[in-house]
């Protein structure tokens, strides 16, 4: 069983930057692979990045490239989205999840994805 539990999030201005953080508890995570997805208003969930745990190989969303960075303190338990050069259209409830798998082609399908945590909010202003 994996918790997750995302933090971070909140209002920025159009061009600013925010940081969300996921604190994961499980008895290993050398094998998972570690995502984050959104869902705006109206829209379907979205998947934004993914790392694997174990080597660190990141994949992103076309949208977010160049400006999203994942990352993740396996001493610390924690994963991070770290969001710069905002837009209106990152408005979203974000989430981090994992899967005891390794991140593949498929890494934006969050129903290969059972861990879940709550969502934080995440509003950008133009």
């Known amino acids: 069983q994996v918790q997750l539990v995302e933090s971070g999030g909140g209002s920025a201005q159009a061009g600013g930057s925010l940081r969300l953080s996921c604190a994961f508890s499980?008895?290993?995570?050398?094998?998972?692979?570690m995502g984050w997805f959104r869902q705006g208003p109206g829209k379907q969930r979205e998947g934004v990045a993914a790392i694997a745990a174990s080597g660190g190989n990141t994949d992103y969303a076309n949208s977010v490239k160049g400006r999203f960075t994942i990352s993740q303190d396996n001493a610390k338990n924690t994963l991070y989205l770290q969001m710069n050069t905002l837009k209106p259209e990152d408005t979203a409830v974000y989430y981090c999840?994992?899967?005891?798998?390794?991140?593949?082609?498929?890494?934006?399908?969050?129903?290969?994805?059972?861990?879940w945590g709550q969502g934080t909010q995440v509003t950008v202003s133009s």
């Open positions: 499980t008895s290993t995570n050398k094998n998972y692979c």
């Open positions: 999840a994992a899967r005891a798998d390794y991140c593949g082609s498929d890494w934006s399908d969050g129903l290969r994805f059972p861990y």
